[in-house]
C-alpha cells in the first residue's frame, strides 16, 4: 500500500511537530523488523554472516507469528508509514513470510531486503511488496561465489528478469532496488554490476561504502573516525524510524543495538514507544549526549545523509512556525 499524498505530509508534520516538543505523537515513520536469523548465504561484508563475525546467529530463530500480529496492530494504531522486513537473516526464509506480507500489503508500504535467492515460482508472491531492496555485489558468477560463498548468482539474476517481466501486470508500482555493498573485491566490478540490473529492469542502484568490523578490516582501506569531531549533528531517528530485532530488544535505529530501550517480549511495542524511557533516548540522541556520542556506529553515521534531510525539513517546519507567530 502506497500511503496517500496528503495523509504522509500530515504524519510527517506530526512527526516533526514531536521533535519540537519531545514527544512521539503519532508512531514512527519506518519499523525496521527483524524477522529470522536465517541466512542461505554469507556476504563476506555482512555484520551477521560473514565468516568470523562475532554477531553470527544462531540460524534457528524466527519471530513467532502471533507476535508478528501484535506489532502489526500497533504499528497500524501508532500510523506507522513503513514497514522493513529485514533482519539478521533474509526474511524470505521466515516459514510464514508469505502470510506476513499478504498481511501487511493492505495496510503498510512494505519494503523487503533480500538475497533474492527465492524460488522464481515465488516472484508474483514478492510483487505483493511494494519495494524490494537486493543484496548484489557482484556482476559475475565467480565474483557473486568468492563473496557469498555460494553459486546463486544465476538465480537471482533470473529472478530479477522473472519481476521486471511480471511487474507490468500483477503491480507496475513495484520498485526494485540493488544495493551494491562496494569493497577492495569488488571494486572492479562496479560499473559492470550497475549496467547488468538496469538492463534487467532495476530501477535503482545504491552504491554503498563496506562498513567493517574486527573480522572483516580488510574488506576497505577507509580510515574511520574514532572520537565525535566538531559540533554533534541532531540526530531526528527517535522520531522517524525504530528496529525490533529478532531477541525482541527495540533500538533507536539499525546500529543503536547497544542501547536497548524495551523488549517486544515483554511490553508491547506501542508502549515501549510513548514510554519515558524512549522519551529520554530521542532528547540525548537529538542533543548528542550519552551514550550516543560514544558509539562508534554514530560517530562515523552510514544513514547521516538521512539525518540532514530530516534536519532541512525541521528547519523550514520551525521557519514556518515563527512566521505565523509573527503575524
Same mark, same amino acid.
Given at each position: 500500500?502506497?500511503?496517500?499524498?496528503?495523509?504522509?505530509?500530515?504524519?510527517?508534520?506530526?512527526?516533526?511537530?514531536?521533535?519540537?516538543?519531545?514527544?512521539?505523537?503519532?508512531?514512527?515513520?519506518?519499523?525496521?523488523?527483524?524477522?529470522?536469523?536465517?541466512?542461505?548465504?554469507?556476504?563476506?561484508?555482512?555484520?551477521?554472516?560473514?565468516?568470523?563475525?562475532?554477531?553470527?546467529?544462531?540460524?534457528?530463530?524466527?519471530?513467532?507469528?502471533?507476535?508478528?500480529?501484535?506489532?502489526?496492530?500497533?504499528?497500524?494504531?501508532?500510523?506507522?508509514?513503513?514497514?522493513?522486513?529485514?533482519?539478521?537473516?533474509?526474511?524470505?526464509?521466515?516459514?510464514?513470510?508469505?502470510?506476513?506480507?499478504?498481511?501487511?500489503?493492505?495496510?503498510?508500504?512494505?519494503?523487503?531486503?533480500?538475497?533474492?535467492?527465492?524460488?522464481?515460482?515465488?516472484?508474483?508472491?514478492?510483487?505483493?511488496?511494494?519495494?524490494?531492496?537486493?543484496?548484489?555485489?557482484?556482476?559475475?558468477?565467480?565474483?557473486?561465489?568468492?563473496?557469498?560463498?555460494?553459486?546463486?548468482?544465476?538465480?537471482?539474476?533470473?529472478?530479477?528478469?522473472?519481476?521486471?517481466?511480471?511487474?507490468? *501486470?500483477?503491480?507496475?508500482?513495484?520498485?526494485?532496488?540493488?544495493?551494491?555493498?562496494?569493497?577492495?573485491?569488488?571494486?572492479? &566490478?562496479?560499473?559492470?554490476?550497475?549496467?547488468?540490473?538496469?538492463?534487467?529492469?532495476?530501477?535503482?542502484?545504491?552504491?554503498?561504502?563496506?562498513?567493517? &568490523?574486527?573480522?572483516?578490516?580488510?574488506?576497505?582501506?577507509?580510515?574511520?573516525?574514532?572520537?565525535?569531531?566538531?559540533?554533534?549533528?541532531?540526530?531526528?531517528?527517535?522520531?522517524?524510524?525504530?528496529?525490533?530485532?529478532?531477541?525482541?530488544?527495540?533500538?533507536?535505529?539499525?546500529?543503536?543495538?547497544?542501547?536497548?530501550?524495551?523488549?517486544?517480549?515483554?511490553?508491547?511495542?506501542?508502549?515501549?514507544?510513548? *514510554?519515558?524511557?524512549?522519551?529520554?533516548?530521542?532528547?540525548?540522541?537529538?542533543?548528542?549526549?550519552?551514550?550516543?556520542?560514544?558509539?562508534?556506529?554514530?560517530?562515523?553515521?552510514?544513514?547521516?545523509?538521512?539525518?540532514?534531510?530530516?534536519?532541512?525539513?525541521?528547519?523550514?517546519?520551525?521557519?514556518?512556525?515563527?512566521?505565523?507567530?509573527?503575524?
Amino acid at each position: 500500500m502506497i500511503l496517500d499524498e496528503r495523509e504522509g505530509k500530515r504524519r510527517s508534520l506530526l512527526r516533526l511537530k514531536g521533535v519540537g516538543t519531545n514527544r512521539a505523537l503519532i508512531g514512527p515513520a519506518t519499523v525496521n523488523l527483524h524477522v529470522t536469523d536465517l541466512c542461505n548465504i554469507a556476504c563476506k561484508y555482512c555484520w551477521y554472516w560473514a565468516p568470523g563475525s562475532a554477531l553470527r546467529p544462531s540460524g534457528k530463530t524466527h519471530l513467532p507469528f502471533e507476535l508478528f500480529e501484535k506489532l502489526a496492530g500497533d504499528f497500524a494504531g501508532l500510523k506507522v508509514d513503513t514497514i522493513h522486513l529485514s533482519g539478521e537473516g533474509d526474511p524470505m526464509l521466515h516459514p510464514r513470510f508469505y502470510d506476513m506480507l499478504e498481511f501487511l500489503e493492505p495496510k503498510f508500504t512494505v519494503r523487503v531486503f533480500s538475497n533474492t535467492t527465492f524460488p522464481i515460482g515465488r516472484c508474483r508472491d514478492i510483487l505483493r511488496a511494494d519495494h524490494l531492496v537486493i543484496n548484489l555485489g557482484a556482476g559475475d558468477r565467480e565474483g557473486y561465489r568468492k563473496l557469498t560463498g555460494r553459486d546463486y548468482f544465476a538465480r537471482v539474476i533470473k529472478n530479477i528478469r522473472e519481476l521486471a517481466r511480471l511487474r507490468p *501486470s500483477v503491480n507496475p508500482d513495484f520498485k526494485m532496488e540493488v544495493v551494491f555493498i562496494e569493497t577492495n573485491l569488488n571494486r572492479d &566490478s562496479l560499473s559492470k554490476t550497475v549496467e547488468l540490473v538496469k538492463k534487467l529492469g532495476a530501477d535503482q542502484v545504491q552504491i554503498k561504502a563496506v562498513e567493517t &568490523s574486527d573480522h572483516n578490516r580488510y574488506l576497505s582501506d577507509r580510515q574511520e573516525k574514532t572520537a565525535a569531531e566538531g559540533e554533534w549533528p541532531a540526530c531526528y531517528h527517535g522520531w522517524f524510524y525504530s528496529t525490533i530485532r529478532m531477541n525482541g530488544d527495540v533500538n533507536v535505529c539499525c546500529f543503536t543495538r547497544r542501547l536497548k530501550i524495551g523488549n517486544v517480549y515483554e511490553s508491547s511495542f506501542k508502549d515501549i514507544w510513548q *514510554s519515558e524511557a524512549y522519551s529520554r533516548a530521542r532528547a540525548s540522541a537529538l542533543g548528542g549526549g550519552e551514550p550516543f556520542r560514544n558509539f562508534q556506529e554514530c560517530i562515523n553515521c552510514p544513514v547521516s545523509a538521512r539525518n540532514k534531510e530530516i534536519g532541512v525539513q525541521m528547519d523550514r517546519y520551525n521557519r514556518v512556525l515563527h512566521e505565523g507567530s509573527v503575524r
